[in-house]
């Protein structure tokens, strides 16, 4: 039987157990070719006389669950029953269980997504010895407890894992990983961003750290993020001044720092970024910064910055005088102080803000954000 063959014999199995409501499958039947099903890529299998294999599968939008008097629709039956296999996307559907462990022997298996299905339990062990894997999401599912720190030493490129229920503090290689994107948004982690983070420089482009309880100051490292695009810490419980070190950050787009305990003068630095004051977005709403200088005020003026709900004297849409007084009374005090007035990089002559926040063409939505929906990327 060829590898072919055997995955049309696997393939059929699977779809006589589910329910389809979208009739994602109505064709695969016994007189479709195996590599006109829906959702089926086939390809060449590596160092064979062209023999064909199933490459990948997409079951993205699907909404596959288990037929009536049937078990739990499980990974097990389909993902480890066909070992050709180079991805495997499942975008919301039904699947539970665990990731069966014969997907450790997949030579060729790069990509693996099960988001918005029900996955639960703590991370999966399995993942973390998939030396080959590239993509892995894993959002908007049931998984909870700590995040591993074996995650970070894998050769990843795209890590999705919000909106789970993860929790404790992120693990102190975090900045090893050679990732792109990630995504920790909308779960329950807590502590400091670590300072490894600053180890990402050469890779990290977009990363949401949104909706958590992380705590503490920002470190400086993130300024050594010459790549990043997007940086999003909204909707914590950080607290002190932004690091000048965010003066370094010369590609950044997206900006957001809101509803947190930040305070002091937003840097003027930081208001000059090139990446900002066109088009970009810097979020500052819903904390407790002080004072804004020119360059500030001309983003405000272009709407590319939000400071409202701050405590800045002159300006509207402030908290009231006895809810900052409250506030700076018990406010805590960042350790290592003079680390927030490193700039770890040589700024360009000229860095000031004469030239006016101009109104282009807005820069191409962020990857990660769009992580945030449940609905397939």
Not at 118 to 125: L, N, S
Request: aromatic share 12%.
């Amino acid at each position: 039987m060829t590898r072919l063959q055997k995955a049309r014999k696997v393939l059929l199995k699977f779809k006589f157990n589910i329910d389809d409501p979208t009739r994602y499958l109505k064709n695969w039947n016994k007189s479709t070719d195996t590599c006109s099903f829906n959702g089926i890529r086939c390809a060449t299998f590596p160092n064979t006389k062209n023999e064909r294999a199933v490459a990948g599968l997409d079951l993205n939008g699907a909404r596959l669950s288990r037929a009536k008097g049937r078990s739990p629709l499980s990974l097990s039956g389909i993902l480890d029953k066909i070992p050709e296999l180079t991805f495997f996307h499942v975008n919301s559907n039904n699947f539970t269980g665990d990731i069966p462990k014969e997907i450790l022997k997949y030579k060729y298996f790069f990509e693996l997504d099960l988001s918005n299905n029900k996955i639960q339990g703590e991370f999966p062990k399995e993942v973390l010895q998939l030396k080959q894997l590239v993509f892995l999401d894993l959002r908007f599912n049931h998984l909870y407890g700590p995040i591993p720190p074996e995650l970070f030493g894998l050769d990843l490129d795209v890590i999705f894992i919000n909106d789970n229920k993860f929790s404790g503090p992120l693990p102190d290689n975090f900045g090893s990983t050679p990732a792109r994107y990630l995504t920790f948004a909308n779960n329950k982690l807590t502590g400091q961003i670590p300072r490894s983070i600053g180890k990402a420089s050469k890779t990290l482009t977009e990363v949401l750290f949104l909706g958590n309880y992380f705590e503490g100051c920002l470190p400086f490292e993130i300024g050594y993020l010459k790549k990043a695009t997007v940086f999003d810490v909204s909707r914590n419980w950080l607290t002190g001044p932004i690091p000048h070190s965010f003066a370094c950050l010369q590609s950044i787009q997206y900006l957001n720092l809101e509803r947190n305990q930040f305070y002091g003068t937003v840097p003027e630095m930081v208001c000059q970024l090139p990446g900002l004051r066109n088009n970009g977005n810097l979020s500052l709403a819903d904390n407790y910064f002080t004072q804004v200088g020119p360059a500030c005020r001309d983003l405000i003026k272009a709407k590319v910055l939000d400071v409202s709900n701050n405590c800045i004297l002159g300006l509207p849409n402030q908290r009231s005088y006895g809810e900052c007084a409250k506030f700076f009374y018990n406010a805590k005090q960042c350790p290592n102080p003079n680390s927030f007035n490193y700039i770890p990089c040589k700024l360009k002559k000229g860095h000031n803000y004469q030239a006016q926040a101009q109104a282009q063409t807005p820069p191409p939505a962020p990857l990660t954000y769009k992580s945030l929906k449940p609905h397939r990327l």
